[in-house]
Nanobody, 122 residues
Framework: VQLQASGGGLVQAGGSLRLSCAAS????????MSWFRQAPGKEREFVAA??????????NYADSVKGRFTISRDNAENTVYLQMNSLKPEDTAVYYC??????????????WGQGTQVTVSS
């Protein structure tokens, strides 16, 4: 299984970015997937998750991003997205996608993308 994260960059506070995580070797449509982030000197933290259910899915968000970030999935493209709006400087981090669960702990996941840097300037 390989996860390729992309879409990070430098943006001003209040701006938007959309991260992508393309999976190969396993279909995202039948797996829970999540985004985590890690700021310098901090632990990797949960951001958002999208579950798999036959015929639909549900989402879950950390309180710090609720109402600003949206996780979604394109099964045909085998890709999961994270739309990030109203970005704040405290959102600055390396963002990682993970496959196989919707848990809040990094230990719930076996597969990780390589990370993409998001920097929000004030």
């Amino acid at each position: 299984v390989q996860l390729q994260a992309s879409g990070g960059g430098l943006v001003q506070a209040g701006g938007s970015l959309r991260l992508s995580c393309a999976a190969s070797g396993r279909t995202v449509s039948r797996n829970g997937m999540s985004w985590f982030r890690q700021a310098p000197g901090k632990e990797r933290e949960f951001v958002a998750a999208i579950s798999w259910r036959g015929g639909g899915s549900s989402t879950n968000y950390a309180d710090s991003v609720k109402g600003r970030f949206t996780i979604s999935r394109d099964n045909a493209e085998n890709t999961v997205y994270l739309q990030m709006n109203s970005l704040k400087p405290e959102d600055t981090a390396v963002y990682y996608c993970a496959l196989g669960s919707t848990g809040w702990s990094t230990t719930d996941y076996d597969f990780w993308g390589q990370g993409t840097q998001v920097t929000v300037s004030s």
